[in-house]
Every structure is written in C-alpha cells, then in structure tokens.
C-alpha cells in the first residue's frame, strides 16, 4: 500500500498552514503563500512522505518565479532534486538540481 497517513498531532499545523496560504494568497501576501507551503513541504520531508513534499516544493517554486524570487527559485529548486533523488527519480533530480545550479550564474 502506497499511502500515507497523516498523524493526528500533524493535523492542526498541516489545516494551519493551508488556510494561512489561502488568507495570504487573497491578501497578495505571496512571501507568506511561500512560507506557508515551504514549512508543509519541510513537514512532509520530515516524514519521509517525499511525494507530497514534491506537491509544495512545485508550489513554492511557482509562486517564487511568478514573483521573480530567485533565492526563492534556488530554495524550491534545490529541494526538490533532494526530494526526487529520494524517491530514486535520478533524471528529475538533475533536472532540478540543473536549475538551482543555472540560478546561480
């Protein structure tokens, strides 16, 4: 079985921190949008659940280039070729390790 269960005492900071992303995203805070899916996407890695950490890192990196962040960019991107390396996806991680490399030229 490939899910994943979210332990209860995980509920409240993973419920926190959506709807503090969906408040800022309606305030046009994208600072706090980032921050608020960078933590969900530590809290996942944490866990080892790789796959949905992926899901907020990809967030965190769309939100950095929509708003030109590059350390934001380099961040997002870094993390998510440690992630796919994890998950033994070895031509994703370059790709993305290939970016935060490229962001910092």
Known sequence: DDRFELPPEQLDFV???LTQAEASRRQSETQEVYDSYRHLAEL???MSDFKTSI???EKCLE???L?????GELLASRELGIAHEKLDNVPEAIRFYEMAAELTR
């Open 63 to 65: 939100i950095a280039k």
């Open 67 to 71: 708003v030109d962040d590059r350390d």
């Open 55 to 57: 899901y907020f890192r």
């Open 15 to 17: 419920k926190a921190s």
């Open 44 to 46: 996942f890695s944490s």
